[in-house]
Each structure stands twice: as structure tokens, then as C-alpha cells.
């Protein structure tokens, strides 16, 4: 890029200083972005977080939920909505803040919203009672089969590219994933497989569509100068968006959950607790993060840093249920944390290898 003090606006000589200062400043953010990979984040307390490990964060987070609903011993409507109404108060403070900074969503973001919205109810609602039907373990490994969808859409939609080391790394974290879940040790468990399949399959689809659109409008830049937003905030308008979608996401698991095994409006004191900490851990931090990190990432590189979701779970259920992992889930754990980190990472493992084999410490 040429510099701005070198040229002339061609009709009263050399540019004004004001615009030597601006584009400065510009050159400067462009030379960060570009030496992070364009992958830095701004955290939820205005400070930069890398988007590799926002996303990681975020998906160690979500892991909790699985456990947190099991121990809340409540109906899928019960705990889908509950998860999200009590996650509003504190998503609503930070969306007006983001508001306020930059502007508001536009017309079209707005529709993606929606649509998102019923996707994480239809997801939620799907997903928990696949568990019941299939047990924990198969429905993880069936609903994580974003792996694969999610990039297929980016590819169909906005024709991204697909990288080599993600379609390389993708047999192993299915392994993985199989492993972890217990399927080969345990068989097919639950009070009914054929239906907890479907609905787990299911749960998959509105998952990557969930993610595909939180994506799409984090990354959609359109009316935002209209919107009075400086360039610095002019980032898309992830936190809005993804209070939005909860609000759907109440909205839709209420009425269906309703229609669908039924929805309790006082579960009891305890189960109000436990889904108080889904809420703030799994929605306010998990997913948020997912949200904010989710349009700074190629999205293979999101889906396979979300593999993380059931290695987190599998930690989790041996700390608060007393699960012990088999000798093959750890192994398991081993080959999605390996192919995680080879698809997400950007260097190249050949070289990584040549170069630590033929270092000092090395001999």
C-alpha cells in the first residue's frame, strides 16, 4: 500500500495532515491485524483476546451445560427456556453498551436473528431429549456432526475455501469423537435409540445453522457507516445479535417446549440453580465468546475448536458426577485436542518438526 504523504489529492496539493494522521492509525490496525492473522478478538471487558482461544474458551464453557441440565432434572422446554430467560438481564446491559458504541443491527441482520434464534431453541430442545432417547455420549457425538456441515455451508453459500489440513485432520477428530462419546465400548444405550438418533441428528442441523448465521451477521459490515459507527467499532454487531437470538430462543422454546413434553414454570429452588449456571456459564460466557470469536475464524477452524465441547464435558462429569473416563475416551480426548490444534493452527507441521528436530536443544 502506497503512503498517503507521498500523493496528492489532485486539486490543492498535498494531502492534509488530518489524513496523514488517520491513515496512519488505519496502517497501524492493518499491520496488527496482519500479524495476528487477522484473528485478534475484543473481549467481553474491551480488552483483545486472540479468536482461537476466545472460541476454545467459549467451547470449554458450553461443555458445562450438558452436566449442569442433567443435574437440573427438568423437561427440555423447562431448561431450554429457562437457560435463556435468565441469561437475557445480562446479555441486554452488554448489547445496549455495544449499541451505543456503534449502532444498531439492520433490517436484513435482524431476519438472520430470528432465524438463528428458533435454530438454538430447535437445537436445545432436539439435543436434550436425544440424550434421554440415546444416552449422553452417542447424542454428543451426533450433534457435533457440525464438524462437517458447518464448513459444507460457508463452501455453498459464500464459496469459502476449505483448507488441507482441516479435510486431513477431519478422520481423526471423528475418531476421536467416537471415542470419547463411549460408542464402542458401551453400544447404543437409552430407552429409544431409533427416535434419540433422529432427534440428535437434527439437533445437528439447527446447531450449524445456528453457528453459520451467528457468523454471517458478526461478519456483515452493511449500514454500519449509515449507523454512525467509527472504524474502530465498525466490527459487525456480534453481542447484539446474539442477544437477540436468546430472545428468540425464549420465545421459541417456551411455546414448543409447551407443545412438546410440556414447559414448568416453578421447577423448584434447585433447579432454578443449576440452570442460573448454565446461563451465565454456558450462554453468557460460552456462547458469547463462540459468537464474538466465530467471525474471525475461517469456519473450519471455529467447528473444529468447538470438537472441545465434549472433551470439556467428559472433565467435567469426573469433577462433579464422579464419571471415570476409559482408557479409550482419554485416548479419545488425545486425538480431537492433536486435530483441533492442526486444523486451527496456521503454521505449517512439517516445518514445525524439521525446525524443533534441528534445533540446539535437540543436539
Not at 87 to 92: I, K
Not at 189 to 211: E, I, K, N, Q, R
Not at 234 to 260: D, E, F, N, P, T
Not at 321 to 330: M, Y
Request: positive net charge.
Amino acid at each position: 500500500m502506497r503512503n498517503w504523504s507521498d500523493q496528492t489529492d489532485g486539486r490543492s496539493g498535498p494531502i492534509p495532515a488530518i489524513k496523514q494522521t488517520n491513515t496512519a492509525q488505519t496502517n497501524t490496525e492493518q499491520t496488527n491485524t496482519a500479524q495476528t492473522g487477522g484473528r485478534t478478538e475484543r473481549g467481553l471487558a474491551g480488552t483483545r483476546l486472540p479468536a482461537p482461544v476466545a472460541m476454545a474458551a467459549g467451547a470449554l464453557c458450553v461443555s458445562f451445560s450438558a452436566i449442569l441440565i442433567e443435574l437440573a432434572h427438568t423437561t427440555p422446554g423447562t431448561a431450554s427456556f429457562y437457560r435463556c430467560a435468565l441469561a437475557l438481564p445480562l446479555l441486554v446491559g452488554l448489547a445496549l453498551a455495544e449499541r451505543r458504541r456503534g449502532g444498531g443491527l439492520t433490517g436484513g441482520q435482524w431476519i438472520a436473528v430470528v432465524v438463528a434464534g428458533a435454530m438454538f431453541a430447535g437445537d436445545m430442545l432436539l439435543w436434550t431429549q436425544a440424550i434421554l432417547e440415546v444416552g449422553a455420549g452417542l447424542s454428543t457425538v451426533l450433534v457435533n456432526a457440525q464438524i462437517m456441515i458447518v464448513p459444507l455451508l460457508a463452501w455453498s453459500v459464500d464459496h469459502e475455501r476449505i483448507a488441507r489440513r482441516f479435510v486431513l485432520s477431519l478422520p481423526v477428530m471423528l475418531a476421536g469423537m467416537l471415542l470419547v462419546g463411549g460408542v464402542l465400548e458401551n453400544g447404543v444405550p437409552g430407552s429409544d435409540p431409533t427416535w434419540g438418533t433422529v432427534h440428535a441428528v437434527l439437533a445437528a442441523v439447527c446447531y450449524s445453522m445456528l453457528l453459520f448465521l451467528l457468523r454471517r451477521v458478526g461478519q456483515d459490515r452493511v449500514g454500519q457507516a449509515k449507523a454512525g459507527g467509527t472504524p474502530e467499532h465498525q466490527r459487525g454487531r456480534a453481542v447484539q445479535a446474539y442477544c437477540g437470538v436468546i430472545a428468540v430462543s425464549a420465545v421459541v422454546s417456551l411455546v414448543a417446549g409447551a407443545l412438546w413434553h410440556g414447559v414448568s414454570m416453578a421447577p423448584g429452588w434447585a433447579a432454578i440453580g443449576w440452570l442460573a449456571l448454565v446461563a451465565v456459564v454456558g450462554q453468557v460466557v460460552g456462547w458469547l465468546l463462540v459468537a464474538l470469536a466465530a467471525p474471525r475464524l475461517p469456519s473450519e477452524v471455529g467447528a473444529a475448536l468447538l470438537m472441545l465441547t465434549p472433551i470439556g464435558a467428559l472433565v467435567l462429569g469426573a469433577v462433579v458426577l464422579g464419571e471415570r473416563p476409559s482408557v479409550l475416551q482419554l485416548v479419545g480426548s488425545v486425538l480431537i485436542l492433536a486435530s483441533a490444534y492442526a486444523a486451527s493452527s496456521r503454521s505449517n507441521p512439517v516445518a514445525l518438526i524439521r525446525r524443533w528436530t534441528h534445533s540446539p536443544a535437540a543436539g
